[in-house]
């Protein structure tokens, strides 16, 4: 392992983070990394640095790293481009072990200056072996840590969990942690690559696999220069963690942006669906698939087979459940005699008691209700079963009522949930199903089937990308 | 027009509701109509009919609709289906208007009895004149009337607004409901049709066409039986507003589900879609799209033509909003010469100045955005605006400096927001911005660019379907 290598750990578990380019100044990124790091919950030293100040947010600071006389472990970086160069020396002189790079200006820039100074502070880090987010970055957050190395305090609102997100788009990143905060989804890290110094998907990859934290990583890709290393780094670890990615840049005039973006052209959409898969990694043509899909193979044991029940409090939501289902590839099979007569006595004539089987009938009764979902958890067909239920007044206890039981069976098989609510009404009991490992739940049939459909399509990769190597 | 269709507008407007069924008992269904009605605003007389009480939810409560001296206008029936022949009659007798018939047990059940209690009842509702909403349904909303005469008190949560939903499935009806308090989108009417009586899609059109507050129809089919009165029904109106459908039922197991639900056989998804397009409805395959889409077509200014310009403040979100946009066959335009440079002196040299642009560096600059903005809405080659911006700590102001210009402007051209935010922070101004009619707005790139989709697939198919009349 490269020094470079070894000091990534440190990077995202410091000890001590100095900020230079600190600042006072709610119109200098400097200003807002000192918020995200002092009220991240971040439990190690905050060394501000800044020539011009004695103090930033209460903090000692300091006019250089040279002069705080401690161990620094981890430098965050928001000063013009110009001054990285001595700054990386300084760096390099201190010990520091890794770097944040915020600033922009560098490579991305149409001016040849900018693909100097790259070069130069490149030269340096490589030589120190500190490994370094960025340039042109929002930073990254290493929320088991407590550390949010970003310009955005915001993504503290999350919580920690098990996806790590690497991502080439800022944007795509806050977009994503929004979309998190609102659906209560936990990252082990966020980590904006911007324009990648020394420290790219493969890089990310080697330090993620052994990160016990993270249990699925979830990719943002736009540029296509370092697409085989991408690829290679991902089947050199052979389907150790489930990766699944989002490409954009398949528009024509996408090209363009993302040439811009991050120094690189988009490559077609098509070629790369097809050289994910063969490198253990399920792509996705959606945000929120991204994030969904992550969440439930984050959170689900692995899955078995296609054989899917469905289990609907309403016909309506049931039959868009069964149709993306079907349409994504997933089987809703049969059930067995043994099962299907269990169904048949917990359940009143009048209801449809084979697969999707009509729940609505057993509101009131969470005891048949258990029973059913027993039924069909043991059932040798079935792999996997969709939950569906929409809440109405008279059937507000349906949850309670079967979360003892979900709770004890534990995912003995993945159970994706579609129990969905006025805001407040069953939130404190869906998290706390999800939070127990009881099931994981989306707002919508169609992204529950989605999620499940992530579930094997990744399953079937997982198994072709075992067998290439 | 019959006096069927006469009464429908008192049906969704009455003066007086009697609760045939009203209880105290939070295990009947007649409990939670009490309470929809009693806390949904509803400004009229609410007659609670149970011989059983003498007061319900501090109302006094009538043991017949005969003993209740005045006038009423809609009956809401929750009583078991043996019993509902002779409320008819009663209903009838006293000269009411409407009726909701939230009693299930009719044709739907296997029982023969279940058929005929459907045909008696179907002709005393037709020989009186009154329009019957269900059997076997949730009920239906009328917002601007402030009625909600459904067994779900919270459908009050709700804004009124444009969105006329007409459903076969209640839980799809509340699915929708729910997904719509989190986005903050209004509503009209929601008309559960329940097993449709002598109320389906035709006689809802009929009305809804009429109706001032429904700018937009958007429809939940599960059925096939009665799909050729929809489609003519359809087209008999010659695309006066709006209309857009969501189908389910195209999975093999699917159609037991739909056939036991509705009583009717699912058709298969294919042959709708074009179905649909002829009769001037807009095909969707997505909860999301459904309501998506009706929210664009609700608030949107007429779409004149193809072309998009794409306004991003961070380039991944942007370049997701090109490759979905460029793929449901929008134009991401060039802009005309005299645009471009209002565009290039308005942004440094730094950043993407052609369609999509890149107005990162314009975060701090609200003139130079209003600029901008002003810029591409007067292109002739534009036809519709996509604003993406992610919240960063840096850009908190950026919403705000956009404000002034876009309610001035008021989608001169339609405006589609992805402005996307930590919860609680733009929520206010985007709110603002929606209620002034001054874009619309969705939570993830790629579900604005399908909301724009909509609008233009829509005049497509409307262009089409007038060529056809």
């Known amino acids: 392992m490269t020094k470079k290598m070894r000091n990534m750990a440190r990077l995202f578990n410091p000890g001590s983070v100095a900020v230079i380019g600190a600042s006072k100044d709610p119109g200098k990124l400097g200003f807002h990394v000192m918020k995200s790091l002092t009220r991240g919950g971040f439990g190690g030293k905050i060394i501000p640095v800044n020539p011009g100040s004695m103090e930033i947010m ?11 006389p401690g161990k620094i472990d981890l430098a965050i970086v928001a000063l013009p481009a110009r001054m990285v160069p001595r700054v990386f020396l300084e760096c390099e002189k201190k010990g520091i072990k890794g770097i944040v790079l915020i600033t922009a200006g560098f490579k991305e ?24 987010i960025g340039p042109n970055t929002f930073g990254m957050i290493s929320f088991h840590a407590g550390l949010n190395a970003s310009f955005t305090p915001e993504f503290s609102l999350l919580r920690a969990g098990g996806i790590a997100l690497v991502s080439q788009s800022g944007g795509m990143s806050h977009l994503l942690g929004f979309m998190a905060m609102n659906e209560d989804v936990g990252f082990s890290k966020i980590v904006g690559l911007g324009n990648r110094l020394n420290v790219d998907f493969p890089e990310m990859f080697d330090y993620l696999m052994d990160d016990p934290d993270s249990k699925v990583i979830a990719l943002y890709v736009e540029g296509i220069d370092g ?3 991408l690829m290679t780094a991902a089947k050199r670890h052979g389907v150790r963690k489930p990766m699944i990615a989002y490409k954009t840049g398949s528009a024509d005039v996408g090209d363009v942006a993302s040439k811009s ?43 078995q087979g ?12 049931g039959m868009a459940a069964c149709d993306f289902t079907e349409n ?16 048949n006595d917990a359940l009143p004539p009048l ?27 043991e059932d040798d067909n079935v792999h ?4 569906l239920m929409m809440f109405a007044s008279a059937n507000v206890d349906a949850v309670k009522g079967l979360t003892p039981a979900l709770k004890t069976w534990k995912q003995r098989k993945p159970v994706i949930g579609c129990l969905v609510a006025p805001p407040g009404i069953w939130d404190e009991q869906i998290k706390d199903l999800e939070t127990s490992g009881a099931l994981v739940n989306y707002p919508t049939p169609e992204r529950a089937a989605a999620a499940l459909a992530a579930l094997w399509h990744y399953r079937v990769i997982r198994d072709r990308a075992k067998g290439d190597t």
């Not at 200056?113 to 500190?130: M, P, S, T």
């Open 58 to 68: 209460g903090l000692k600071t300091f006019a250089s790293v040279h002069e705080y």
């Open 261 to 303: 973006h991050t120094g690189s052209l988009a490559g077609k959409h098509e070629i790369y669906g097809g050289a994910f898969k063969q490198a253990g990694i399920l792509p996705v043509d959606n945000a929120e698939t991204l994030l969904d899909g992550a969440k439930a193979l984050a959170a689900c044991p692995f899955l």
């Open 227 to 229: 697409a085989r290393d």
């Open 306 to 317: 296609p054989g899917v029940a469905i289990l609907s409090g309403q016909a309506g939501p």
């Open 109 to 132: 820039i149409d001016d040849p200056a900018g693909a100097e100074l790259h070069k130069e502070i490149q030269d340096i880090a490589e030589r120190a072996g500190i490994p370094v």
């Open 384 to 387: 996997s079963i969709l939950l």
């Open 351 to 377: 209801a449809l008691r084979t697969n999707p089987v009509d729940m609505g009938p057993a509101w009131y009764d969470s005891e048949a209700i258990r029973k059913i979902v027993h039924a069909v958890m």
């Open 328 to 343: 994504l590839g997933l089987d809703i099979v049969s059930f067995t005699e043994k099962t299907q007569k269990k169904i």
